[in-house]
């Protein structure tokens, strides 16, 4: 049996673990349902309207990954253009940095004006929690080359644009990276938080309504979506990572 | 040409759900925004929607849910929706005084939605008995109720402690706090099962003479003046819909669980039944549903005043406009 396999049988005895621990402890120590149902209270409840919870799935993946990807794109020009032009960066980074300050809910209840209900509403907000992370340790990432390495590419007669790809780029990956990772569950969090402006579908839908019902099985079902949705997204960009960074950044 | 092709599809396709197939009448976009979250308080403009009544009235309506952090009098007033489902007569005096322009054309819940509730086996039996208690309430509105009740039975607000009340209930089934607001419809339920029927003793507004028509219908005023057929034809389906679901509850139930199949049915039975009440009492028993009951909507707006929530008297002849309802038949409107 190879690593990968095993890797993946331990992950798989530790959440059946977690999971009769918890349904244990409830019935153990007699919890009462509104604090912390049982677990299997909530797959049921899940498993009774699994088209609800597959579709929300669905709606939030969307907006994330659409939020993430221009996020992440935007992001990474962004820091070229503040790597190659100073003088853009100082006058724009700053404006960067205040459009940070708006608190997320604020800036959603303008979106919802801009957008109406739509799918694009959400991911913009996903989009505004991704995009300073990557911009910042894209910079970060470019500055931290070795000018010598820089200097020495130049002396072999490389264009900048070769000097880019081959060394300025490659070595600000593990710093991007780290933005990256960030950047999937702020995304995660943008899109949840985007649909508590008034949506149909969705995790974030689920959640609010769930918790305004005072329905805890209900709330706690839609936790355990999120979390299935954050922690996929989430390895799913550290697996990107293994493989692109091949020569080994932190994991 | 390939490419002209492509674009051609893909312009098409990002356009088709706009383009509808084509009625006997041409149909107008328009959007509803909710109060709240899709709930069975709801139930008639959903089954309005499914039936299809807001089309044969011409109007291609999309209804959008609420939320915690959106004010209905906002979006309406800068065109991002078409009509509202706002707070109540509290959240439209609050926006004309503002300025906002928009305009009640409706009203659904004709008496006070909610109501403080104590443990019967517990200390307060009359108001006077508030004297000295902890009591939760929302900052929006029903806190001014609750005074206005309470200085009828001499107190003022030194007398108790008033907090206010975050989403659950559950402090007040904990025995953390003495008193609770509930809407008859929703927290009422949570209440009810938590702490039993009968163990609960409600105070209620209306039995003090202070009545707060809630869930307001509005339209801008541009709406309003440009386009008023539409208004009274939105009001006509949407009566429709709502005689339905009070007939039959369960089909309303059905309607709104559709959309939002997550919600629990016996909560969402029990809000059609309440709701229902509110929105016949009143002077929708002879005038018909979401009649505006000048005189009620009067005194609530002078108690407002009284207590100065807002600070000037307002134009209510041009905040409140029957004559949308009133181009609908009375036998149209009437439960």
Known sequence: MNATAMAALRLLGGVI????????????????????????????????????????????????????????????????????????????????????TIPVIAFGALVVMWFGNTLMAKAVIAFYLTFFPVTVNTLLGLNSVDPRQAALLRSFGATPTQILFRLQLPMALP??????????????????????????????????????????VALWAAILCAALLGTGFYALVAWAERRIVFWGAEQ | MNRRHLLAATGAAAVSPFIRPAGAQTL???????????????????????????????????????????????LVASGADTFGLSGGTDSVFAARERNLPIVCAGVMHQQTPFVFVTRADGPIRTLADFRGKTITTWFTGANFVLLGMLAQAGLSRGDFTMQPQQVSVQPFVDRQVDVVTATRYN????????????????????????????????????TARDRPQMVTAFLRATIRGWREALRDGKAGVDAVMSVAPTLNRPHQEFMMEEAGKLMVAGGAARNG???????????????????????????????????????????????
Do not use: C
Request: glycine share 8%; net charge negative.
């Open chain 2, 187 to 222: 927290e009422f339920f949570t209440l009810m099962n938590r702490v039993g029927r009968d163990n609960l003793r409600s105070f209620v507004p209306d039995d003090h003479g202070i009545t707060f028509p809630r869930d307001t219908v509005i339209v801008s005023e541009q």
């Open chain 2, 28 to 74: 107008t976009r328009a959007t509803l925004r909710l109060k709240w979250l899709t709930q069975a308080q709801f139930a008639g403009f959903y089954v309005a929607l499914q039936k299809g009544y807001y089309r044969e009235a011409g109007i291609d309506l999309t209804i959008n849910p609420g939320g915690p952090n959106l004010l209905t009098e906002n």
């Open chain 2, 289 to 335: 549903l979401f009649w505006i009951d000048r005189p009620v909507v009067q005194a609530a707006h002078d108690f407002f005043l009284r207590h100065e929530v807002i600070k000037t008297p307002l134009d209510l002849a041009a905040a409140y406009n029957s004559s949308f309802l009133e181009a609908i038949p009375l036998a149209d409107r009437i439960a």
């Open chain 1, 17 to 100: 673990l977690a999971g009769l621990v918890w349904e244990g402890v409830v019935v153990l120590f007699g919890i009462r349902p509104h604090l912390l149902p049982r677990l299997s209270e909530i797959l049921a409840a899940i498993a009774f309207t699994p088209g609800a919870y597959w579709a929300g799935l669905q709606r939030t993946a969307a907006e994330t990954l659409i939020g993430f990807a221009a996020g992440t794109a935007v992001g990474i020009v962004n820091g070229l253009v503040f790597f190659r032009a100073p003088l853009l960066r100082d006058m724009l980074l700053p404006v960067f940095v205040v459009s940070q």
């Open chain 1, 175 to 216: 710093q991007i990276f780290v933005a990256l990772r960030l950047g999937a569950s702020l995304s995660l969090v943008g899109a949840i938080v985007g649909e508590w402006f008034g949506d149909n579908t969705g995790i974030g839908v689920l959640l609010l309504q769930a918790m305004y019902n005072e329905s805890v």
